[in-house]
């Protein structure tokens, strides 16, 4: 079965910490996608990043960065210098090779305090 | 083209009525999903469609829930009998083939 963890429910930071959110995920499939959305309180998730099952290369844009690791089926989020404007939910997402489902965490929600 | 859109954004009904919501897809987007999202919840798959067909469905989807999407574009969720555990939100999401879903602003409704 496909499962998705995010075990941090919120996180609250001060201004320009940098901060990590966890994700840990169950599948047993070979090929599959990984995501991370962005879900503001205007309710609207937005997309941040897709990685796929073959490509472990960690990945920076920005102030955001993500660390896949396939041998501890994890796919983190950090944000550097965090921003007011970053408070939101972030949901991390597994889909399967063929994309007709994705299966969402639970959520993180993150409060950067000014 | 501004993205998915859902329509409407809030509604309010009381238990037992019948609501329809409306969702329409970045025009080049194949395939259409619907999930609902209950509070401190992420999103739950509810159904998807590529083109009109409507290949996947959930169990969550009980049989007072149905979607269409006739001619592969615009599709609608109705909920009949409409009960309190249905109050959510209905978020409706596409993607072109087997890409990345682009989520809409999500339908809130809430069941007196």
């Known amino acids: 079965a496909q499962k998705v963890t995010q075990a941090q429910t919120e996180i609250s930071v001060v201004e320009k910490e940098d901060v990590t959110l966890d994700c840990v995920y169950e599948?047993?499939?070979?090929?599959?996608?990984l995501f991370w959305y962005k879900q503001p309180p205007s309710g609207e998730l937005v997309f941040l990043i897709r990685r796929n099952s073959f490509d472990e290369q960690n990945e920076i844009s920005g102030r955001y960065s993500w660390n896949f690791q396939k041998s501890t089926s994890s796919f983190n989020f950090t944000i550097t210098a965090s921003q007011v404007v970053d408070s939101a939910v972030y949901f991390c997402a597994l889909s399967e090779y063929t994309g007709n489902q994705f299966y969402f965490g639970t959520g993180t929600s993150l409060t950067v305090i000014p | 083209d501004t993205g998915v859109s859902q329509d409407p954004r809030h509604k309010i009904t009381k238990r037992g009525q019948n609501v329809t919501f409306r969702c329409d897809p970045i025009?080049?987007?194949?395939?259409l999903y619907w999930y609902r999202q209950t509070l401190g919840q992420g999103p739950e798959f509810l159904t998807y469609?590529?083109?009109?067909?409507?290949?996947?469905k959930s169990r969550l989807l009980s049989d007072r829930f149905s979607a269409e999407r006739p001619k592969g574009s615009f599709s609608t969720l109705e909920i009949q009998r409409t009960e309190q555990g249905d109050s959510a939100m209905y978020l409706c999401?596409?993607?072109?083939?087997?890409?990345?879903?682009?989520f809409g602003a999500g339908t809130r409704l809430s069941v007196l």
């Open positions: 025009s080049e987007h194949n395939r």
């Open positions: 999401a596409s993607s072109h083939s087997k890409n990345i879903q682009y």
């Open positions: 599948t047993r499939d070979t090929t599959y996608y």
């Open positions: 469609f590529q083109n009109e067909a409507q290949l996947e």
